[in-house]
């Protein structure tokens, strides 16, 4: 393909009417997830929910492809995780007693440094996520699903429609009335969250994950409640509380010791290549199916480009929330590490534990360096929105990738979205905490903002350093040894019920799998070949719907507390 070819391709993706509906679409859901983060503390991936409304609209204005609804829903999802990013992190400093410090300039330059952050970051890792390690990512592969099935209808349609309306109904009637528990067979088992979550979406997320990668997440899971938890404290090695301490230390530093690996494993062979940029412009085939690599071709991302975005990421840091330059550039080259660990971990899973990453960088700059503690809560803020928005891009990459979408135009719409979800995150923190106080913020208050409450928890350093130092040294060796250590590690750090659900999910696919083959036993090659197929296409359609209808309601959910609470 030659250039003029290749740039009228992803600008026919990339319209004005798309950019006007995804901006519009991306200041009511990124408010809307500010406020559910803070007032909930969970926040549910606005992605299928941005596709649909992206495509209808389009629609509404004459005919519209999917990729040019692929590209819109980018721009309109982006700015829901810069959301989450600050909310899971600055409200902590506002527990602390510093709300003086904290007000909207700070919140900006957090914002914008972290959506920064992000977008170089996914323009290196791209290619190795998406087109060489072909991750699941399952809620971009849901968005493309979901798309596909609004645009052919048909069986598909009413398989991929059918189990969003289920699980949407369902939950309705946990979120919003209260028909059913959150939680399912629940124990009072010290120092473990032992039960059943009761959500489609989590077993949906275990199903489509399947295999050895859940057996990894499940062990991690047994390990740190049941091994160091529950027995350890039984038979007197440490108290519940010294053990949950371990345990977190255990998962950061597991997860920690994934990143760097995969960095220098996977990322770092590549970068003279991508420094040097390519001087053509991408092959044919890659811009035929979409996984043309933004940091190959797609994107020219020389050495003087990457330097110059770097730079004024530190320079914004530096100036704007007073990191010394040492520092700014430990966070730049930690939010790197921290972004491909999070680009994996929704690879793989569908979750996004951006405040972890944060806490990370967090602990590992406070224990070098002399920085005051709400510099710490900015820190960690800077990396939490890089890794939520890495998150995002990522899984819309994905959908991409499936759709054919050409992946220039999709990561220009992130950063016209991550940047204006930046300055409306930003916005809407200081209205609510300027109409409520920041005595409102807290376990027990009118915004719970859990996530916030850890990190100021953890402000004071690593709960037990030989833990983390120990999961350090085995998430390198695992990884560098071909094995799944971030699953490991999330199982180690995530509440068990979430890593229960997720293997009830594996566990049910594993089940429908054994069944299918008994019954086909008998059936020529052929066939049997042609309805496995089938019912693995099936399988993933409605675990994609299912997905896309609990994401959906959260969202509309979330809208819905948004009025409320501003009416109030």
């Known amino acids: 393909m030659d250039n003029t070819s290749g740039r009228a391709s992803w600008r026919g993706q990339l319209t004005a009417r798309g950019v006007v509906i995804g901006c519009i679409g991306c200041v009511i859901i990124t408010a809307s997830s500010a406020y559910t983060a803070l007032k909930l503390g969970a926040l549910p991936w606005p992605i299928v929910f941005a596709a649909i409304v992206s495509l209808f609209f389009l629609k509404l204005l004459g005919n519209a492809s999917l990729n040019e609804a692929n590209v819109t829903h980018t721009i309109m999802s982006a700015g829901a995780m810069v959301a989450g990013g600050l909310a899971f992190t600055i409200p902590g400093a506002w527990m602390l007693g510093y709300a003086d410090e904290v007000g ?15 977008l170089v970051a996914t323009a290196i890792i791209h290619r190795h996520f998406i087109v060489d390690a072909d991750l699941e990512f399952p809620m971009g592969a849901s968005a493309a699903q979901t798309l596909r099935a609004t645009e052919a209808g048909g069986k598909t349609g009413r398989r991929l429609f059918a189990s969003m309306g289920l699980a949407g109904v369902y939950a309705v009637l946990r979120d919003a009335l209260g028909a059913v528990p959150a939680m399912l067979a629940a124990l009072p088992i010290p120092g473990v969250s032992f039960g059943i979550y009761n959500s489609p979406m989590m077993v949906s997320v275990g199903f489509l994950v399947g295999g050895v990668a859940v057996i990894w997440w499940f062990a991690g899971a047994l390990l740190a409640n049941f091994g160091i938890v529950v027995a350890g404290s039984t038979v007197g090695l440490w108290s519940v509380d010294a053990a949950q301490g371990i345990v977190k230390s255990l998962g950061m530093g597991l997860m920690m010791g994934a990143g760097l690996a995969v960095v220098a494993k996977d990322i770092l062979p590549q970068l003279a290549s991508i420094a040097r940029g390519v001087r053509e412009a991408g092959s044919a085939g890659d811009a035929a ?29 530096c100036m704007g929330l007073g990191l010394s330059p040492l520092v700014s550039i430990v966070v730049v080259l930690l939010a790197f ?43 960690a803020g800077v990396v939490a929105v890089a ?35 930046a300055m409306v995150s930003a916005a809407v923190m200081m209205a609510l905490v300027t109409a409520y106080g920041p005595d409102a913020f807290g376990l027990g208050k009118e915004f719970v903002s859990a996530q916030a409450s850890v990190v100021a928890t953890m402000v004071s350093g690593i709960p037990s350093v030989p833990a983390f130092v120990i999961g350090l040294a085995a998430g390198i060796a695992l990884y560098w040894a071909g094995l799944p250590a971030m699953m490991l590690g999330l199982g180690v750090y995530l509440p068990f019920y979430m890593s229960f659900t997720a293997a009830l999910g594996a566990a049910l696919k594993w089940a429908i799998d054994r069944v299918r083959a008994a019954r086909m036993a008998g059936l020529p090659e052929s066939e049997r070949s042609a309805r496995d197929a089938d019912a693995q296409e099936a399988g993933v359609v409605i675990a994609s719907g299912v997905l896309g209808g609990e994401s959906i309601v959260g969202v509309i959910i979330a809208m819905v507390s948004v009025i409320a609470g501003l009416a109030g």
């Open 104 to 118: 909207f300039a700070q919140m900006l330059a957090v914002a914008l440094a972290g959506t920064g952050l992000g």
């Open 289 to 317: 199916d979409g996984r043309g690599s933004l940091a190959t071709g797609s994107v020219r991302t020389d050495a003087g480009t990457f330097a110059v975005i770097v730079a004024a990421i530190v320079v914004v840091m």
């Open 337 to 379: 590490v921290t972004t491909a660990m999070s680009a994996q971990s929704c690879g793989q899973t569908g979750i996004d534990p951006m405040e972890i990453f944060g806490l990370i960088v967090l602990l590992l700059v406070s224990a070098f360096a002399q920085v005051r503690e709400v510099q710490l809560f900015f820190i």
């Open 387 to 421: 890794c939520g928005l890495a998150g995002d891009v990522m899984n819309d990459f994905k959908a991409g990738s499936i759709l054919g979408t050409d992946p220039r135009a999709q990561w220009l719409g992130q950063a016209i979205g991550g940047v204006l979800g």
